[in-house]
């Protein structure tokens, strides 16, 4: 059975960092896409960063350029370097996979295995 555990959340005032750690378990299947999740109260949850079994990535917009997204070699871990973060960065983050090759999407809907989540919280 998969499953994702979430780590790394805090609270950091503006411009600070956070790197948040995903760890996968029960994966058996070789070609994935993986990647980051969050959700504020009353909104949908949005894509953050994915990345795919060949190592292929998508960022939001919001975040290309700060938020750099990487596997350890083992891929057993996914790792979301938060850089330069903003209030509007504050959110419940999550990890996900969906079994799937090709250009990962970033668009929630196509994910399962949802962690429970760890808490970003950037003041300015």
């Known amino acids: 059975e998969e499953r994702t555990v979430e780590s790394g959340g805090g609270s950091v005032q503006a411009g600070g960092s956070l790197r948040l750690s995903c760890a996968v378990f029960?994966?058996?299947?070789?070609?994935?896409?993986m990647g980051w999740f969050r959700q504020v109260p009353g909104k949908e949850r949005e894509g953050v960063a994915v990345?795919?079994?060949?190592?292929?990535?998508a960022y939001a917009d919001s975040v290309k350029g700060r938020f750099p997204i990487s596997e350890d070699d083992a891929k057993k871990n996914l790792y979301l370097q938060m850089n330069d973060l903003k209030p509007a960065d504050t959110a419940m983050y999550y990890c996900a996979l969906n079994r799937a090759q090709g250009v990962p999407d970033l668009r929630a809907h196509w994910y399962d295995d949802w962690g429970q989540g760890t808490q970003v919280t950037v003041s300015s």
């Open positions: 029960g994966r058996n299947y070789r070609e994935y896409w």
């Open positions: 990345v795919n079994s060949d190592g292929r990535t």
